[in-house]
């Protein structure tokens, strides 16, 4: 696809991929374009020491698709409030980074303790770096022996776990549903790291035996002025019948390297079994994320999703979750804390498919100072999920003038008996319940932060995990310290 | 303690208070009947410092300094304790996280140290016991869920933990049966002192059975028409409030 490239060492090919870029972007499409040049400039040293074909060509087929794809604009409706702007500037400022004015030492990232906490207890643990390359850790305890894997990387070698691996690759690409997602064919065009991870149920069906599993993205710092942007990573997860899995991902940034980085999770929970999925994004102001999660319910099976995210300039979730045999529950909660000029973005579809499914979504935000959310919740009964119950709700917590808030519950239903509900609602601190705590000698700056803390608090409380609730209290605490 | 000059306010351009004026000293329980409308309520919101009332004229002097030129949580921390008539629910914040909250910046205006999580559970849970609300409400949201009675026992047990030295009481006797009446009255005479005043507003009596004040004082069309001893209750209570020839207007929404 790209022979003429090959004599090319890879530092040559950063340079040039940058010094060939005579214009900075400036329409969505440029950005769709450099992205192809990168793409093709990278799949010269990519070396995926196994399975090596299998990407070449999973890589190959995304950039054909993404050459057709055009990109958002705000004429887009799915992305009509969210836009790439912040990323294209990412991009030109590091082209230009040889006269960017270096700033002062960049923040040391804080890693809280709850933090270690999970890493303590995680049972693997896969950290992605701004190289590209991951390191894996895994744990000794009873639960780490339920797990097949294996982790491939572009950069290097792959790692096998002891009992085998997971074999899921000819799955890539299948649990995306129909539609428009022109990040998750840039996520395979650039992919730095695939893991495929099969769990196993525990024989005696205990919780005790639910395997962690651990993702942490985090930029330390790739140098002033430029784009740490080699982290694009796809998560491919099964779950066997009866099995049970807590998969949390960890994004912490620290530096003044803009960040633009990528994560898709295609899972598919087979019958009866159990996925607790949290997805924190503590992330740096110039960093452009978008994730994905696509995810196939089976006959009982149970999904829960508690998203946290401070946001940052481009800042995109999309989450499909598709209960496809009755009995299924899908629970999705997610909260946003945003502040300066943050953006945060979760886009939801709940698709019903079967009858007897259950579902429950709550999404609240907390908008300080310039900050902007975008909920866009779904919910899609199709024409035989009947005895569905369906309920979605969506509060908005404005704390300043200039906050800014677009949320958008859209239900489509063809099935006729079938139980739905969905809010919407944004409003601002209870002037009252201010009064009520400076009546008791609380000041004002404390009471907003107190009352607004409360807001987000009961949507922690419905985290399963103690561990992760603690990590969520720390990261909504370094939150209530900047605003 | 405190005193009220000749206290003009208005909420939304309409006058409410015109020319109250009052005078507590410490230690003395002051009773504010009148009816529906004259003022009572928001005598006790302007004294809290509630936005939205406007004071057009007159002065309020508390323990020697202006009070209109304190901010409500500085009144807090002065002493000054507000039983709501309307107490507010705040989901997510448990009482304990509340108070302790509030206590901490009270006893740190006064220069003293923060209390440790245990002297302060300990007393907590000794306080509530005197208000008779189970000290699982510790753990619950403000007033989240809490009966009328069980919202206005939990202002009780505030304003014990707080120990003001001018506490307001707000209607807190209305809508309330005689058990409830009684903890409300125990929490006031527990927390009467030598240098701890009340001021109850209310629209009936019958607290005043419970908790005897040193003066009584009708309030009427914004001003203080008539003031006595604790008998002037009794007299109120029998004749009702047309005797004292307040004009239509006010007497009109009894």
Redesign the interface.
Same mark, same amino acid.
């Given at each position: 696809m790209s022979a003429e490239l090959t004599q090319t060492s890879p530092t040559d090919l950063d340079s040039k991929s940058f010094g060939e870029q005579a214009q900075p972007l400036s329409l969505p499409d440029d950005l769709r374009d450099w992205l192809v040049d990168q793409a093709l400039a990278r799949s010269a040293d990519q070396r995926w020491s196994s399975a090596g074909e299998r990407f070449k060509q999973i890589q190959a087929d995304a950039l054909q698709t993404l050459k057709a794809t055009p990109f958002p604009t705000r004429k887009t409706e799915s992305w009509r409030y969210t836009s790439v702007q912040p990323l294209i500037a990412a991009v030109n400022a590091a082209a230009s980074s040889a006269d960017a004015n270096a700033d002062p030492a960049s923040e040391e990232c804080l890693q809280p303790e709850a933090l270690q906490a999970l890493i303590d207890q995680a049972d693997l643990v896969v950290r992605f770096s701004d190289t590209g390359e991951a390191m894996l850790k895994l744990g000794e305890a009873q639960a780490a022996h339920l797990l097949s894997f294996t982790l491939h990387q572009a950069s290097g070698e792959s790692t096998k776990a002891p009992n085998g691996e997971a074999d899921l690759l000819g799955e890539f690409g299948s649990r995306v549903p129909q539609g428009y997602y022109p990040f998750v064919s840039v996520n395979a065009a650039l992919l730095s790291t695939c893991l495929e991870i099969r769990v196993a149920a525990a024989s005696d069906d205990s919780e005790s035996v639910k395997p962690r599993i651990l993702l942490l993205n985090g930029s330390q710092d790739a140098g002033q002025g430029s784009l740490s942007d080699r982290q694009h990573s796809r998560v491919l997860l099964k779950l066997a019948r009866d099995a049970h899995a807590e998969l949390t991902e960890v994004r912490l940034d620290a530096g003044s390297a803009a960040v633009f980085a990528t994560s898709v999770l295609e899972a598919s929970l087979e019958a009866n079994s159990r996925l607790q999925h949290y997805q924190f994004s503590a992330a740096a102001a110039s960093d452009s994320l978008y994730a994905a999660a696509f995810i196939k319910l089976g006959n009982h099976a149970n999904y829960a999703f508690n998203g946290q995210s401070t946001g940052s300039a481009l800042s995109r979730t999309d989450l499909t979750v598709e209960l496809t045999a009755p009995g299924a529950y899908a629970a999705l909660n997610a909260h946003m804390l945003l502040n300066g000029n943050n953006r945060c973005d979760y886009h939801t579809a709940l698709e019903h498919m079967a009858p007897h499914c259950e579902s429950d979504e709550q999404v609240r935000s907390i908008v300080s100072d310039k900050g902007k959310a975008v909920f866009n919740g779904r919910i899609h009964i199709h024409r035989d999920a009947q005895k569905t119950r369906a309920e979605m709700n969506n509060r908005n917590l404005l704390m300043s003038p200039q906050a800014e808030v677009n949320t958008k519950p859209e239900l489509e239903i063809y099935a006729d008996d079938v139980k739905c509900a969905h809010g919407a609602t944004i409003g601002q601190l209870? /002037?009252?319940?201010v =009064?009520?705590?400076? #009546?008791?000698? &609380?000041?004002?700056q404390?009471a907003r932060s107190? !009352?607004s803390? /409360?807001? &987000?608090?009961?949507t922690i409380q419905l985290m399963p995990a103690q561990a992760q609730q603690d990590l969520a209290m720390a990261l909504l605490q370094r939150f209530q310290e900047t605003v | 303690m405190l005193s009220v000059n000749d206290l003009y306010v208005q909420v939304e351009g309409k006058e409410i208070l015109k020319g109250l004026t009052l005078q507590v000293k410490p230690g003395e329980v002051h009773a504010i009947m009148g009816p529906n409308g004259s003022g009572k309520s928001t005598l006790s919101h302007v004294l809290?410092?509630?936005?939205g009332y406007e004071v057009t004229g007159g002065s309020v002097s508390y323990q020697g300094k202006d009070l209109l030129e304190l901010? /409500?949580?500085e009144? /807090?921390?002065e002493g000054i =304790? !507000?039983a =709501?008539q309307y107490?507010?629910e &705040?989901?997510?914040?448990s009482n304990l996280?509340?108070?302790r909250? #509030?206590?901490n910046? &009270?006893r740190k205006?006064r220069g003293e140290a923060e209390l440790d999580a245990a002297s302060f559970l300990r007393q907590a849970r000794q306080l509530i016991g005197k208000v008779d609300l189970d000290p699982e409400f510790l753990k619950r949201?403000v007033n989240e869920g809490f009966s009328g009675g069980e919202k206005k026992r939990n202002e009780i047990f505030?304003m014990l933990m !707080?120990e003001p030295k001018l506490a307001l009481l707000d209607e807190t006797d209305s809508g309330l049966d005689i058990d409830a009446l009684q903890v409300v009255a125990t929490g006031v005479n527990t927390l009467k002192r030598e240098d701890r005043s009340v001021i109850l507003v209310t629209h009936y009596q019958r607290l005043l059975k419970y908790i005897v004040p040193d003066y009584v004082h009708v309030l009427a069309n914004g001003r203080i028409v008539k003031s006595g001893g604790k008998d002037l209750a009794l007299e109120l209570e029998e004749k009702g409030y047309g005797w004292l020839n307040i004009d239509d207007e006010a007497t009109a929404t009894i």
């Open positions: 209870d /002037a009252s319940a =009064f009520y705590c400076k #009546s008791r000698g &609380i000041d004002e404390s107190l !009352l803390e /409360a807001f &987000i608090v009961e | 809290a410092g509630r936005s901010a /409500a949580e009144r /807090a921390r =304790f !507000l =709501f107490p507010v &705040i989901p997510g914040v996280q509340f108070l909250t #509030s206590l910046s &009270i205006h949201g505030q !707080l």
